[in-house]
């Protein structure tokens, strides 16, 4: 069984830094796109980016383009988000998901399009 525990979340002023940290166990050879979903309160789950552990490089939904980078580190079986230059709309809970393979390069994805989630880690941007 796949499971994935995120940390790294907390509470930051607008303009700020996150970082993301996604680890990776048990059948670990059926999570080849990993990726980043959020949910503000009263909002549907939205991606925001995902990576292939194999080969890295990042897909983007726009509100992420140019401010959050994914990465892997492969020896710790961990996936990255990096945060910058955040808004108080990034304001939600940071969930990492195993995404089907075929959607991963999408840059656009929804539930249906992932197979197993971790816990989730709250993120809070005040202004």
């Known amino acids: 069984q796949l499971h994935l525990a995120e940390s790294g979340g907390g509470s930051v002023q607008a303009g700020g830094s996150l970082r993301l940290s996604c680890l990776v166990s048990?059948?670990?050879?059926?999570?080849?796109?990993v990726g980043w979903f959020r949910q503000g309160v009263g909002e549907e789950r939205e991606g925001v980016a995902t990576?292939?552990?194999?080969?890295?490089?990042?897909y983007y939904a726009d509100s992420a383009k140019g401010r959050f980078t994914i990465s892997r580190d492969v020896a710790k079986n961990t996936v990255i988000l990096q945060m910058n230059k955040l808004k108080v709309e990034d304001t939600g809970m940071y969930y990492c998901?195993?995404?089907?393979?075929?959607?991963?390069?999408?840059?656009?994805?929804?539930?249906?399009?992932?197979?197993?989630w971790g816990q989730g880690t709250q993120v809070t941007v005040s202004s």
């Open positions: 048990g059948h670990t050879y059926s999570s080849s796109c």
């Open positions: 990576t292939v552990r194999e080969i890295g490089g990042g």
């Open positions: 998901a195993a995404v089907s393979f075929p959607a991963c390069s999408r840059g656009r994805w929804s539930r249906a399009d992932v197979y197993t």
